[in-house]
């Protein structure tokens, strides 16, 4: 079985004043789910005693080297992560970020131990030309490394459409969109959707027989929106 996965991305939002929202997130009743939290990487070391695993947004393909500003998969684990996000649309598209730059970040994040969380998803352009799933499959088939399993990569779908948007995909267009996937990567790996996800559609997405769990943005911020989605799954 998939593990249950509810991970939230804070993208460049946060300080140390957002703290006890991430320490009241991790006492969330989350039964057998695993909560992740990936705040800024300023924060990381900051929420060692948070009771949440933690996660990286992004990694250099590198260990280290002349890249101003970068931070690589080896200082994401020594700040304490166990995670990292790769292939955000957001990543793709203010930094230009590729399917095959995206690979090289995934390995990078295996390299050093992380479970990488790769994001896939179609523009609203490419879902209403009728290329979803095709869009899908070649960016799963460019962005994943071989050598991908259940232990070291989640994979999380993510309509660039539905982000930070308010517009959450339909159940319909979920699980067509999940079921093909699942077809793709096997039975083992967590399957995440990604898409202005709230407490009031969670529960919709999570009854879906693919969906095993979310990766939220907006509602992930605060302990009160983001606490009834980790309940949410924790009881479908
Ligand atoms: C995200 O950034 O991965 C995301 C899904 O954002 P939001 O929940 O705000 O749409």
Redesign the pocket.
């Known amino acids: 079985m998939p593990k249950k996965i509810a991970a939230g ?1 804070w ?1 460049m939002n946060g300080t140390r004043a957002a703290v006890s929202e991430a320490m009241a997130i991790g006492q969330a009743d989350a039964g057998d789910c695993v909560v992740i939290l990936c705040p800024p990487a300023t924060l990381l070391t900051v929420l060692s005693d948070a009771r949440l695993a933690l996660g990286g947004q992004y990694c250099h393909a590198e260990t280290s080297g002349a890249h101003t500003g970068d931070i690589s998969a080896p200082m994401l684990a020594d700040a304490g992560a166990t995670y990292c996000i790769t292939g ?1 649309s ?1 990543r793709r598209a203010d930094h230009g970020e590729t399917d095959a730059d995206v690979r090289a970040q995934t390995q990078a994040a295996w390299n050093a131990g992380l479970i990488a969380i790769l ?1 896939i998803g179609e523009t609203l352009e490419q879902r209403e030309a009728g290329e979803t799933l095709a869009v899908l499959e070649g960016q799963l088939n460019g962005s994943l490394p071989d050598g991908a399993t259940a232990d070291n990569t989640i994979i999380a779908y ?1 309509p660039v459409w ?4 308010g517009k959450v995909a339909s159940a319909a267009q979920v699980a067509e969109v999940h079921d093909a996937l699942r077809a793709q990567i096997g039975p083992r790996m967590s399957l995440l959707y ?4 709230k407490a009031g559609n969670a529960a919709e997405l999570f009854a879906l027989t693919n969906v095993d769990g979310a ?5 992930s911020l605060k302990a009160a929106d983001f606490v009834p989605i980790i309940e949410a799954l924790a009881a479908s």
């Open positions: 991305n993208k955000h957001e994001c993510e539905a982000i930070g948007t990604g898409g202005s996800v990766l939220v943005g907006g509602a």
